[in-house]
C-alpha cells in the first residue's frame, strides 16, 4: 500500500474557499478508501493558530516540520508579503527543496518565488496580484492560466481553481476513478479546466454516466457485467473498454470499490452488524465482505469502527 502525506502550510489572512477547495477532494479520498494510505495536517509557521481572511481562527495540527516524502501544500491569502521573513523563506525553501511535490495556492506562489524557488519555472497567482508578481519576479514565467505544473512546483491563483488543481493531481496519485468520483461529489463540472488530463466526461461518456447511476441503483442486487451492458445499451466488451479509458479499470473492479466504499460508510456511521452490512451491499456474507475488504484495503471493517 502506499503512502500519501499532504502538509498544510498556512499563514495569516488565508482563504477559507481556497483552504476547503484543495482539502476537501482529498477527504473525499479518503473517505473512498482508494487504494493508498492518505492522511494530511495543518501547520503553521510556529505551530501558533491563524486567523483567515474572514477571520475564521484555525489551531493546527503542529508546527511546520513536513516528514520525509510530504507533499507540501502552501496556503496564503491577503497580507502575504508579511509573511517574508528571512528565517521563514529559509525554512520554506529547505523544506521544498527536500519534497516531492510543491503546491502554492492563491498568493503563496509569490512565498516561493521569494524564497527562490520558481526561477525558470512557470507559474500563476491570483489575479489581483498578478501584474505585481510578473513585475518583482523577471526570472519566473508567469502565466494567467488557471493552475500550472511546472516541474514539481504547483500553483494556482484561487478557490475555483484550487479545485481544478487537486483533481488534476488526484487523477495522477490516485486515478481516473478516484478524481471521477471527487468530482461528482462537489458537482464539479470538468468542462472549464484550462489544461490537464483528458477531461473525466468526455464524448461518449454519458454511457458511462449511465452505467455508473445503473451501479449506484443497485448496490444490494448487483447486476453482472453483462447484465449492466444491457441496460446502458453497448456491447459488454464496449462497455469494459468505455471503463478503462475513461476510469482506468473494469467495470467489475470499479462495481466492488462502489459497494465496498458504500460498506466502509455503514460501518463507520452505523451500528449495523457486519452481516446486515455486508447484505446491503450486495455481499453473499458477513465473512465475504471481510475478505474483499481486507484484500482491497489492507484492513478490516472492525478497524474503522475501532477508530
Not at 73 to 81: F, S
Request: charged share 20%.
Amino acid at each position: 500500500m502506499s503512502s500519501h502525506l499532504f502538509e498544510f502550510l498556512l499563514f495569516e489572512g488565508f482563504s477559507n474557499m481556497v483552504l476547503a477547495s484543495a482539502l476537501e477532494p482529498l477527504r473525499d479520498v479518503g473517505l473512498r478508501g482508494v487504494d493508498a494510505d492518505l492522511s494530511w495536517r495543518i501547520t503553521t509557521l510556529d505551530g501558533a493558530a491563524v486567523r483567515s481572511s474572514s477571520g475564521l481562527t484555525v489551531t493546527p495540527d503542529a508546527a511546520f516540520a513536513p516528514a520525509q516524502g510530504a507533499t507540501l501544500v502552501l496556503v496564503a491569502g491577503y497580507h502575504m508579503r508579511d509573511q517574508l521573513a528571512p528565517a521563514a523563506l529559509t525554512r520554506i525553501r529547505q523544506a521544498a527543496r527536500a519534497a516531492p511535490l510543491v503546491v502554492a495556492a492563491d498568493t503563496a506562489p509569490w512565498i516561493l518565488a521569494a524564497a527562490g524557488l520558481l526561477e525558470g519555472h512557470q507559474a500563476t497567482i491570483h489575479w489581483q496580484e498578478f501584474d505585481s508578481f510578473q513585475e518583482s519576479f523577471a526570472n519566473v514565467a508567469v502565466t494567467p492560466a488557471r493552475f500550472v505544473r511546472s516541474g514539481k512546483f504547483l500553483s494556482c491563483g484561487g478557490a475555483s481553481t484550487a479545485l481544478d488543481m487537486m483533481l488534476d493531481l488526484i487523477h495522477d496519485q490516485f486515478g481516473a476513478a478516484a478524481a471521477f468520483e471527487a468530482s461528482n461529489m462537489f458537482l464539479y463540472d470538468p468542462n472549464r479546466q484550462a489544461h490537464g488530463p483528458q477531461r473525466l466526461r468526455d464524448r461518449g461518456s454519458p454511457k458511462l454516466l449511465a452505467a455508473l447511476d445503473t451501479m449506484a441503483s443497485h448496490i444490494e442486487t448487483p447486476l453482472t457485467t453483462f447484465e449492466l451492458a444491457d441496460q446502458v445499451g453497448l456491447a459488454e466488451r464496449t462497455l469494459n473498454r468505455l471503463f478503462h479509458r475513461e476510469l482506468g479499470m473494469g467495470p467489475g473492479k470499479y462495481y466492488k470499490l462502489l459497494r465496498l466504499g458504500r460498506a466502509r460508510l455503514l460501518a463507520e456511521e452505523t451500528t449495523l452488524s457486519q452481516e446486515q452490512i455486508a447484505l446491503r451491499c450486495g455481499f453473499s456474507s458477513g465473512v465475504a465482505l471481510a475478505r474483499s475488504f481486507q484484500q482491497t484495503y489492507q484492513r478490516s471493517l472492525k478497524d474503522l469502527r475501532g477508530a
